[in-house]
């Protein structure tokens, strides 16, 4: 079955880089596209970030353009999430899913259970 693991989250200062992973088993990882979900306390899931099969394409909500860099590893059925230049408003659990490329679409009914990341002073 689908598996999701998301690892990484802490908590950190304004101005301050996280790195999170996301591991994934259960289906052919090169053959879709990943993409970074955050859901922040009383708000609704939002898409972050997302990367195409091979890695050779990126897309990235206004709000992390700059600061965050996706990338994958399809040897390890791996993503990852490089954030830099946190801010306060980056405060969320972040989830990973396969999807589409465009739209991306979720293929798979799963969630993992998250990775918790605040951001405070």
């Known amino acids: 079955q689908v598996q999701l693991v998301e690892s990484g989250g802490g908590a950190v200062q304004p101005g301050g880089s996280l790195r999170l992973s996301c591991t994934a088993s259960?289906?052919?990882?090169?053959?879709?596209?990943m993409t970074w979900y955050r859901q922040a306390p009383g708000k609704e899931r939002e898409l972050v970030a997302t990367?195409?099969?091979?890695?050779?394409?990126?897309n990235y909500a206004d709000s992390v353009k700059g600061r965050f860099t996706i990338s994958r590893d399809n040897d390890k059925n791996t993503m990852y999430l490089q954030m830099n230049s946190l801010e306060p408003e980056d405060t969320a659990v972040y989830y990973c899913n396969p999807t589409t490329w465009s739209p991306p679409n979720r293929v798979f009914g799963v969630w993992g259970q998250g990775t918790q990341v605040t951001v405070s002073s």
């Open positions: 990367i195409s099969n091979r890695g050779s394409s990126t």
């Open positions: 259960g289906f052919t990882f090169s053959r879709y596209s």
